[in-house]
């Protein structure tokens, strides 16, 4: 029903979209929603929507935002989602399997585990469905502290989730089907050695050692020029490897 990967949509049980246009009412919404049953202060809101100054009405403007958003969400009342007063806050019931970001995350750590557990298959199609899940930066039209600490913490755990995803796959077989992806990743994680070192095996399992190695002279030179340092010793080992024909 509430989806925050990309830009925020709600939905009904019957899957009618509800719309919540008022941006302060949207980012009240996300702050509740990234605080599942926990109750978030007035003051707190507050300062998410007025954080350079309070106006003279800002918590009486708070007060009608919450009633109106209220009113919106109210047909979601049978579902189990519920706003309500508590002491000098709010709360927000919704039920786990009605928010993308939690599911998301339950995905990601079954998977995780899966890996960890040495079961590559389910850890494959675990993280396979948090991918999927994942339609863009959380709610990237909604600009306030608490969105913004938690879109950068689930872009993060985003990466990790693709890089394991493909550590999954290589160790049912090298694909070619994954290099692709990988250089993806690299592309837009130029310093993230250890998707490097993931692209370096899938080149070199799939007998394109050539490409492997240009792979290698690509991640050096980045590091070089643009941090000032070598690869990592492991990195440089498979390096080796590599250049040698050994068995990855």
């Given at each position: 029903?509430?989806?925050?990967?990309?830009?925020m949509?709600?939905?009904?049980?019957?899957?009618?979209?509800?719309?919540?246009?008022a941006?302060k009412?949207?980012?009240?919404l996300?702050?509740?929603?990234?605080?599942?049953g926990?109750v978030?202060?007035?003051?707190?809101?507050?300062?998410?929507?007025?954080?350079?100054?309070?106006?003279?009405?800002?918590?009486?403007?708070l007060?009608?935002?919450v009633?109106?958003?209220?009113?919106?969400l109210?047909?979601?009342?049978?579902?189990?989602?519920?706003?309500?007063?508590?002491?000098?806050?709010?709360?927000?019931t919704?039920?786990?399997?009605?928010?993308?970001?939690?599911?998301?995350e339950?995905?990601?750590?079954?998977?995780?585990?899966?890996?960890t557990?040495?079961?590559?298959?389910?850890?494959?199609?675990?993280?396979?469905?948090?991918?999927?899940?994942?339609?863009?930066?959380?709610?990237?039209?909604?600009?306030?502290e608490?969105?913004?600490?938690?879109?950068?913490?689930?872009?993060?755990?985003?990466?990790?989730?693709?890089?394991?995803?493909?550590?999954a796959?290589?160790r049912?077989?090298?694909?070619?089907?994954?290099i692709?992806?990988?250089?993806?990743?690299?592309?837009?994680h130029?310093?993230?050695?250890?998707l490097?070192?993931?692209?370096?095996?899938?080149?070199?399992g799939?007998?394109?050692?050539?490409?492997?190695?240009?792979?290698?002279?690509?991640?050096?030179?980045?590091?070089?020029?643009e941090?000032?340092i070598?690869?990592?010793?492991?990195?440089?080992?498979?390096?080796?490897?590599?250049?040698?024909g050994?068995?990855?």
């Open positions: 029903m509430f989806q925050l990967l990309g830009r949509a709600v939905v009904d049980g019957g899957g009618r979209a509800i719309h919540v246009r941006a009412q949207q980012a009240i996300a702050v509740l929603m990234l605080r599942p926990g978030v202060s007035v003051d707190r809101l507050m300062t998410e929507l007025w954080p350079e100054e309070l106006p003279a009405t800002a918590r009486a403007s007060q009608t935002y009633y109106r958003l209220r009113r919106t109210a047909p979601l009342a049978a579902n189990g989602v519920d706003l309500t007063t508590f002491g000098n806050g709010y709360t927000l919704v039920p786990d399997r009605a928010v993308d970001v939690r599911a998301f339950r995905c990601f750590v079954r998977g995780s585990a899966a890996l557990a040495g079961s590559p298959v389910r850890a494959a199609e675990l993280l396979r469905e948090a991918l999927d899940m994942w339609h863009g930066p959380l709610a990237p039209e909604i600009d306030v608490t969105v913004r600490r938690e879109r950068r913490r689930l872009d993060a755990l985003h990466v990790t989730a693709s890089e394991l995803w493909v550590e796959e290589l049912l077989g090298p694909h070619n089907w994954v692709p992806e990988l250089e993806r990743l690299v592309e837009a130029p310093f993230r050695e250890s490097w070192e993931l692209l370096l095996r899938a080149l070199a799939r007998g394109r050692r050539a490409e492997a190695l240009d792979a290698y002279r690509r991640m050096r030179d980045i590091l070089s020029t941090l000032g070598e690869p990592a010793d492991h990195l440089r080992r498979r390096h080796q490897d590599i250049l040698r050994a068995s990855l």
